[in-house]
C-alpha cells in the first residue's frame, strides 16, 4: 500500500519536474528571440535569468488544476485544461503588471501567443513521454503473458 503510494507520488513529481524543464526551456528561448525581435537594445541584468524559472514553478503549481482523484471525462479535462490555460495567461500579465510592464497591444498579443505555443508544446512533449511509458509497459506486459502461456 505504501509502496504503491510512493510510487503515485513519485510519478506525479516526475510529470512535474518533466514540465517545469520544458516550461522554462521554452520560456528562455521565447524570451530570448522575441527579445531579440521586439527590443534589440535591451539588456538584462542576471536577476532575469531568475524569470524562466520563476514563471516555470508558477505555472507547473497551475497544474494541479488538472489533478483528479477520479478519472475525468474528455469534457471535464479539456475543461480543466483551458481553466489552466486562462490561469497562466492571468498570471503572467498580472505579474507583468504588478512589476509595472505595461505592454502595447502588438506586444501583448505577441505575448499571449507565446504563452500559448508553450503551453501547447508543454503538454505535446507530455503526451510524447506518456505515450513511451504505455508503449514500454504494453511491451512488458505482452512478455510476460507470453512467458505465461
Sequence with gaps: MIGMLF??????????????????????VAEGVLGIWLLPDSRLPFSAYLVPPAFG???????????SRKELSVREMLFRIGLQWLLIEGMVFGVNFAVGNRFTPMMAGIVAGEITCIFVFVYFVMWLNERRIAREFNRKLASLQALNE
Excluded: P, Q, W
Excluded at 514553478?57 to 489533478?67: A, H, I, K, S
Design 57 to 67: 514553478l508558477m505555472t507547473v503549481l497551475t497544474g494541479l488544476v488538472t489533478e
Design 7 to 28: 510510487h503515485r507520488i513519485g510519478g506525479v513529481l516526475t510529470r512535474y519536474l518533466v514540465a517545469f524543464c520544458v516550461i522554462t526551456t521554452g520560456l528562455c
